[in-house]
């Protein structure tokens, strides 16, 4: 007897998922309205946000751009029927008008390409340090970036900050020359002692005599005009960038087997860790000012530069020392073993690792320094929250509030959530774990 | 207390240190600029537009002192300086005057080793409340919410008001005169109290200023004025006879319009030519020219000038004279001769 039983030869043709359960309409029944209690929650939060967008969204959308006075502002409202200032819509002439202050602080107008270009170039010195596909060879200019910087922003003679980066340059030589002749520690001696030297000895004849010869510059600009965002990402990209360097040096001192260096390093980090930033600015501000000799004119903006410095520094290496702590004993065992020195061992084995590791705690450390820049309005920097108050001194624009607020919300929202954005791309990149 | 013994020492450290530096005029003439200690924005006082040109009632007198010394009006770094810091500031010699709107009070003179050049506007601390409250008189305040603003003198000075009245309140502390206008018109204080001035400028930005009124009870003496350190006697001569020369100005009837003329050559009255230098030499007591007072007049005219230009009634902020019109108008502005 034949069996009848069916056995199917060939495959059912894959069908799409039946309406239901696929596209939009099934995306919502599933997480939405997938039973009761979801319903009536997807229905609360519904009215919730459309409660917040109904009043929200009036406001932002006002018609008050071209104003150039609240008064003018509230009469624009009452005619087209709103609920007046505040609760009706918002007062966006103040924006128009004052949103280049809020950028540059009292720059002159006619310089702005000069904060915009060393932005732009700012760009381009951290393309290679962020990017690991553009050209290694950008790293040179990366490290002229800052002289380059600080000659377009402050102006002023182009010999002044030639004749620091020369500095430098003597220092690198000082260690190759010195280390060949007479062995590394001399090397490292001649390499710190030399520049020294050349600073604060040879520097200032050198320059008024190049100057002298050759005047070349450009309009110098005095510190008091500078503000607004340009003063907070100068004070904020300063601290960010030797932060790191110094941080790491800190960590791996707190580390270290010799004992000052160890002592040095941990004083270091346990007491500027103990005090607010505040205080370290108004040290910066006020306190300094007592000690230096009478007369001595040390840039307030370079003194609150150095303290943030100091401060995210002491922040950063507890967060690099987070990651070497992290480290299994074996990976620096292992880098004995292969016969490297400490620095090559630091270097090639243990830094990569621990520095992966310590990201997103870095990333945090920045954007927490980048925001605490708003503090310097406290020791009457004109940063954008101090020029705001200032902004409200104008009788034409006093009373207005969330307008400023909200707008220097905003671009601190842009620059902090892109660089979370980068460091989460950073670890994706970085990620080796299987 | 403990603050302004911290800071007084701190001051007479830099004190100390001060004499041996060269005189505050001659720095000022070697800078080029005078260093002017100002709010870091003040309604009326002080304020930068949106050009970045400073100005305001305080700032006047910055650029005064500027044109007397220096011969430009416009030769003058503005420090903005916050409540914090501008004690140290001037202290330090970071600044070389001091004009924002700062009381003169006794340890601010003597323990600090600060020196008021003077008084530039009489200000007292007042009420504002809405009229829809219904009181007439801060004395009817028994059991109000009030907004203030905290660690200023207007906290002791309203502590001691209703203290010495016999009546309570209940403080809602804030720190900044924005934050008190939103407290104040979303109802989190019947009263909002802070100097009269301040309550005026707050008024006139509101939506709808005459359902609010300012009380009629003053309750403290807040005399406001230019100040400079301690130990610079001719430096300090110099600020304060600029401000006596704006005052004087107005008395005797010399404006920004008419000082050019009165200037040119002397008229007939002896005191007006011995104040624009053209009999005399008062400028050269003071180790400046002859014609110092006739540019601190000129850059923004008399005491009178800047007071309606910045902050008088026909501005938004709308301040009557008051207590500051000239003594010869029944108010307290009154310079010593100029002799």
């Not at chain 1, 599933?30 to 009215?47: A, R």
């Not at chain 1, 490292?188 to 320059?207: H, Q």
């Not at chain 1, 954008?384 to 207005?400: E, K, V, Y």
Request: contains cysteine; hydrophobic residues 50%.
């Amino acid at each position: 007897m034949v069996d009848q039983s069916f056995v199917r030869t060939e495959i059912v043709p894959e069908k799409s998922a039946p309406l239901s359960e696929a596209g939009i309409v099934g995306w919502f029944k599933k997480n939405m309205f997938s039973d009761i209690p979801n319903t009536i929650l997807t229905g609360v939060v519904l009215y919730i946000i459309f409660m917040v967008l109904g009043n929200i969204l009036p406001w932002v959308f006002s018609p008050t751009w071209n104003s150039v006075s609240l008064t003018e502002c509230r009469s624009i409202l009452a005619e087209i029927g709103r609920d007046g200032h505040g609760n009706g819509g918002a007062c966006w002439g103040v924006i128009r008008e004052r949103w280049l202050q809020l950028m540059f602080g009292f720059y002159p107008s006619e310089l702005y390409w000069r904060p915009v270009l060393s932005f732009l170039l700012l760009g381009v010195a951290l393309a290679p340090v962020l990017f690991d596909r553009v050209s290694r060879k950008i790293l040179f200019f990366t490290a002229v970036y800052p002289f380059i910087c600080f000659w377009l922003i402050w102006g002023g003679s182009i010999w002044f900050p030639v004749s620091v980066f020369t500095g430098f340059i003597i220092s690198y030589f000082g260690f190759v020359i010195g280390s060949k002749s007479a062995g590394s520690l001399a090397g490292v001696l001649a390499a710190m002692a030399l520049p020294i030297i050349w600073w604060f000895v040879l520097l200032s004849p050198v320059n008024s005599a190049l100057n002298s010869i050759i005047p070349l510059g450009s309009e110098a600009i005095d510190s008091d005009r500078l503000g607004g965002f340009m003063l907070a990402i100068l004070i904020g990209v300063t601290g960010i960038a030797l932060s790191l360097p110094i941080g790491i040096l800190l960590a791996l001192g707190r580390q270290s087997d010799l004992p000052i260096l160890k002592g040095v390093c941990v004083c270091f980090i346990e007491f500027i860790r103990g005090v607010p930033l505040i205080t370290l600015l108004f040290v910066a501000s006020t306190l300094l000012n007592v000690f230096l000799p009478p007369g001595s004119n040390f840039d307030l903006i370079l003194r609150v530069m150095i303290m943030v410095t100091l401060f995210a520094s002491a922040y950063m290496a507890e967060v690099i020392r987070g990651g070497l702590a992290a480290l299994p004993k074996g990976q620096y065992e292992a880098a004995d073993s292969l016969g490297l020195d400490y620095w090559k061992a630091q270097r090639l084995i243990i830094l990569p690792q621990a520095l992966k590791i310590s990201i997103p705690g870095i990333v945090s450390t920045f954007i927490g320094l980048f925001k605490d820049t708003t503090l310097v309005s406290i020791i009457g920097l004109l940063d954008p929250l101090g020029l705001s108050t200032n902004i409200r001194a104008d009788m034409a624009w006093n009373g207005i509030l969330w307008e400023l607020y909200g707008f220097v919300a905003l671009i601190f929202f842009i620059f902090c959530f892109s660089m979370s954005r980068y460091s989460m791309y950073l670890e994706r990149k970085l990620a080796t774990g299987h | 207390m403990k603050k302004s013994a911290f800071l007084g020492t701190l001051a007479a450290a830099t004190f100390a240190a001060g004499f041996a530096a060269a005189g505050t005029l001659d720095d000022v003439k070697a800078a080029g600029e005078l260093k002017c200690g100002v709010s870091t924005g003040l309604a009326g006082f002080a304020l930068a537009n949106a050009n970045g040109v400073w100005d305001g009632f305080d700032v006047a007198v910055c650029r005064a002192v500027a044109a007397a010394v220096l011969g430009d009006g416009n030769a003058v770094k503005f420090v903005p300086t916050t409540g914090k810091t501008r004690f140290t500031a001037l202290a330090s010699g970071e600044i070389d005057m001091l004009a924002r709107n700062t009381t003169w009070t006794f340890s601010r003179d003597v323990d600090l080793k600060f020196e008021f050049a003077g008084v530039n506007y009489y200000d007292g601390q007042g009420f504002m409340a809405p009229k829809a409250l219904g009181i007439s008189s801060a004395k009817e305040l028994d059991g109000a919410t009030v907004c203030i603003q905290t660690g200023t003198t207007t906290e002791l000075n309203l502590a001691d008001f209703f203290r010495a009245n016999g009546i309570s309140y209940d403080p809602v502390p804030i720190e900044t005169n924005s934050e008190a206008q939103a407290q104040y018109l979303a109802g989190a204080c019947d009263v909002y109290t802070t100097d009269a001035s301040g309550l005026a400028s707050t008024r006139a930005t509101f939506e709808s200023p005459d359902d609010h009124m300012v009380l009629p009870e003053i309750v403290s003496k807040e005399p406001l004025g230019p100040l400079v350190r301690h130990g610079d006697n001719n430096w300090g001569d110099i600020v304060r006879w600029t401000l006596n020369a704006l005052i004087t100005a107005e008395e005797l009837g010399v404006t920004s319009m008419n000082v050019a003329k009165h200037s040119s050559e002397a008229g007939k009255n002896p005191e007006v030519n011995r104040l624009l230098g053209t009999e005399g030499d008062l400028g050269g007591m003071l180790g400046l020219d002859k014609a110092w007072a006739s540019r601190a007049i000129a850059v923004n005219g008399n005491y009178g000038e800047i007071f309606e230009k910045n902050i008088g009634v026909n501005t938004p902020i709308g301040i009557a004279r008051g207590l500051n019109a000239s003594w010869t108008e029944g108010g307290l502005i009154y310079s010593a001769p100029f002799r």
